[in-house]
């Protein structure tokens, strides 16, 4: 199985800061990389698939980037409703592996 | 708009079978360009991937679960269904289900998934 790896596993920051989470993948994954948010008792949202689709409805402020094993997401200013768990996924090869989480606190 | 609801016990008993239902609303379960799957989130802890299944019949698994794992579909139904034998305290999870789409971009697919249930939670406890 390809293993997914995010830092840091939590992050405080303060509303209008610019933040970036990292995901690192075991092996090449290529551009197979989607990003998931998830807020206390949801289901996952996705954000963001194949590295940097921006997925409709989801605020520009959200961004992706990388391909192969280093992926970052990043977020150009907080807002409150962005404090959440974020997971990134692969879809390269089943079966498909999410990354541990990153949570997002406020600072 | 399409949604996603599952549906089981909330309670199992060690050793014995979870079966979880998702049923599929706003459109039909019977399309190429999606399949449907199962993921799982313990208590206070990550997503795992479990299984996915085509209107067809064609289906995937974890290694890790696969030899206690069935995922099936019926189309007459719009649902498509897991079951999970010989359950233990391990298993007792949040139960998600998810379509599972694609974008094709330079001849790849890139595979996504898009649209959840709320997830349900299963407990396996005597």
């Known amino acids: 199985d390809i293993q997914m790896t995010q830092s840091p596993s939590s992050l405080s920051a303060s509303v209008g800061d610019r933040v970036t989470i990292t995901c690192r993948a075991s092996?090449?994954?290529?551009?197979?990389l989607n990003w998931y948010q998830q807020k206390p008792g949801k289901a996952p949202n996705l954000l963001i698939s194949?590295?940097?689709t921006l997925r409709s409805g989801v605020p520009s402020r959200f961004s992706g980037s990388g391909s192969g094993t280093d992926f970052t997401l990043t977020f150009s200013s907080l807002q409150p409703e962005d404090f959440a768990t974020y997971y990134c996924q692969q879809s390269y090869s089943m079966p498909y592996t999410f990354g541990q989480g990153t949570k997002l606190e406020i600072k | 708009q399409l949604q996603l609801q599952e549906s089981g016990p909330g309670l199992v008993k060690p050793s014995e079978t979870l079966s979880l239902t998702c049923t599929v609303s706003g459109d039909s379960i019977s399309s190429s360009s999606y399949y449907w799957g199962w993921i799982r989130q313990p208590p206070g802890k990550g997503l795992e991937w479990i299984a996915g299944?085509?209107?067809?019949?064609?289906?995937f698994y974890n290694p890790s679960l696969q030899s206690r794992v069935t995922i099936f579909v019926d189309t007459s139904k719009n649902q498509f269904s897991l079951n999970l034998s010989s359950v233990t305290a391990a298993d007792t999870a949040v139960y998600y289900c998810a379509r599972h789409s694609y974008d094709s971009r330079d001849s790849a697919s890139y595979y996504y998934m898009d649209v959840w249930g709320k997830g349900t939670t299963v407990t396996v406890s005597s």
């Open positions: 092996q090449n994954i290529y551009s197979y």
């Open positions: 194949a590295a940097s």
């Open positions: 299944i085509y209107y067809s019949g064609t289906s």
